[in-house]
T-cell receptor
Framework: QKEVEQDPGPLSVPEGAIVSLNCTYS??????FMWYRQYSRKGPELLMY????GNKEDGRFTAQVDKSSKYISLFIRDSQPSDSATYLC???????????FGKGTKLTVNP | GAVVSQHPSWVICKSGTSVKIECRSL??????MFWYRQFPKQSLMLMAT?????????EQGVEKDKFLINHASLTLSTLTVTSAHPEDSSFYIC????????????FGPGTRLLVL
């Protein structure tokens, strides 16, 4: 079993839709949870960072972590064409320098 | 903010030549920088971890003599691809972690290398 499993997509939605992106992980030692957005031919950009179970909201983005189920989600409200990108769930152990990446979900928001 | 820059953004070179890529943290100090490689439609693969003033730690399967990493200051790390070959063509991305800033890494925009 891979350490991080991410819904592979691709995902195509109309503008204004609510988008749900999901990952599961296997190692309960993981304590830090991040979502990065990567546009084509660009480096990943940090969207959300959290280390506790529950919801964290930032504008149209909500990150949700359920440590008991080892499940993390990113919700995008009122999706825009500019949200079209690949979204990476990324997790880390406490005290570890290494990040563990999901394979990414490619999202297309159609005008 | 936490801005990381890379230079050059793209490079084309002949097989057998060496290419140097710079990674700079512009507005923060980074004791640790990371180098990744990304092939099309794949996720990032960690190549090495670089701590300022010490030797880089390479991931299994990454040749340290081929991918030379220097982390000379708290804001600059360089990756030199020596004797590049077409199979080294890829997207190279660096990231930096703030001193005392937890596990979050801030990524550069990437350098696209094409070896002919």
């Amino acid at each position: 079993q891979k350490e991080v499993e991410q819904d592979p997509g691709p995902l195509s939605v109309p503008e204004g839709a609510i988008v749900s992106l999901n990952c599961t992980y296997s190692n309960s030692a993981f304590q830090y949870f991040m979502w990065y957005r990567q546009y084509s031919r660009k480096g990943p950009e940090l969207l959300m960072y959290t280390y506790s179970s529950g919801n964290k909201e930032d504008g149209r983005f909500t990150a949700q972590v359920d440590k008991s189920s080892k499940y993390i989600s990113l919700f995008i409200r009122d999706s825009q064409p500019s949200d079209s990108a690949t979204y990476l769930c990324v997790i880390a152990e406490g005290g570890s320098e290494k990040l563990v990446f999901g394979k990414g979900t490619k999202l297309t928001v159609n005008p | 903010g936490a801005v990381v820059s890379q230079h050059p953004s793209w490079v084309i070179c002949k097989s057998g030549t060496s290419v140097k890529i710079e990674c700079r943290s512009l507005d923060f100090q980074a004791t640790t920088m990371f180098w990744y490689r990304q092939f099309p439609k794949q996720s990032l693969m960690l190549m090495a971890t670089s701590n300022e003033g010490s030797k880089a730690t390479y991931e299994q399967g990454v040749e340290k003599d081929k991918f030379l990493i220097n982390h000379a200051s708290l804001t600059l790390s360089t990756l030199t691809v020596t004797s590049a070959h077409p199979e080294d063509s890829s997207f190279y991305i660096c990231s930096a972690r703030r001193s005392g800033g937890g596990e979050t890494q801030y990524f550069g925009p990437g350098t696209r290398l094409l070896v002919l």
